[in-house]
DNA sequence: TCAATTGTGACACTGAGTATCACTTTAGCA
DNA sequence: TGCTAAAGTGATACTCAGTGTCACAATTGA
């Protein structure tokens, strides 16, 4: 048999990880994510400079795991989604669950958009990380269509849809969670018309 | 007296920067962006590794800087635009001079963005630059306002508008040219619902 | 208890990007 | 035409991210 999806191994790896990430944001905050080497990383946390970098692919992902499961989140509730409207709506749904995730622990998930945003490098991969979400999203959405739209309109849509709630990410945290960010992505959604509900194939 | 603005030095600077990217453009479809080092770019060129890392701020510029003057092209499109409709209208219609600019030569351009998108290091640069329009264009569009929607509203705007560019240049490039690219860009702006056209505000 | 797998640390290496220095070239002016 | 300040150049040294390899230790599952 297969060792079991959920090994042993497997659960220790999450929780080291978990925690060289703890340690390593410390220090990121105390004295900013470009000045934190992976050296200083490795005496922070006790392990060597090697181990370090076999839980990580590179220093932004050391913040940015945190974000990995958005993208299968957003997959999963278009999925399980019963309701068949328009497209738009589907993925303004979509949202709800991240916005749950990202609710849960408001004042960490604000600490952590606030070295983002004040770390153009982990700004960027950030962004990339959004922009890797997509083609799963596209995927999930024309899969139960019986007449997809062409591939680019759906691409248009998935990437708009990403980019309200980027903005309304970025809004919430300038706003530092005083406004409500379900209602910040609505308010971005309607930016680009409502009407879109109108489907043309 | 200042240097004039474009002075011997600079069109030198401009002259030298071109051949130098012309020469690396080649090592790289030849070899692979990635395999090119710096020192191999100086050993083809000609200059020492230092000068022509004083040339460009990193090797995606390399390929990426012939694309730098879209991000001004569109905000001056939107600044001498005097049709005075609604936003999302106005970005397409700004869209239109960049159009010219990547059609002045197809050939070469789509060269370009073979390499690009065959190169994730590029394509991510690429999408970085992208982003780094949008202030630009946010702020030009909320000028002319006399009563301007929420700063969040011309974000999101800009940005599915700049993700419509971005997804039918992909596609125009999927395509080889054989689509047209306006047509594209048309479809792109469609999939987001033309009664965008109705402001709330 | 044993064997195969996996984690670990040490080390060496490549290559991007930064910084500095002495030297040369050139623009612009007297 | 010749002078000078500014800009360009090449050599060199440096930091650090990220990759790869090795021998060894720990763990797992049988």
Redesign the interface.
Known sequence: MPPSPVSVRAISRQAVRAELARVAFNEFCATGFNQVTFADLAGATGVSRSTFLRYFTNKEDVVLFLFDPIGDTIVEALASDARSDDD?HALRRALNPVVDFLMRDTSEVMAFLDLIYETPALS?RF??KQ?DWRPNIVRELQRNHALP?????????V??AM??F???LA?WRESEGREDLST?ID??F?????????QTS
């Open positions: 738009w960027a962004r990339e922009f739209d062409a591939q680019i309109v759906t691409r248009v849509r990437a708009a980019e309200c980027a903005a309304a809004a910040l308010t971005s309607r930016a680009l018309g409502p009407s879109i509900a109108i």
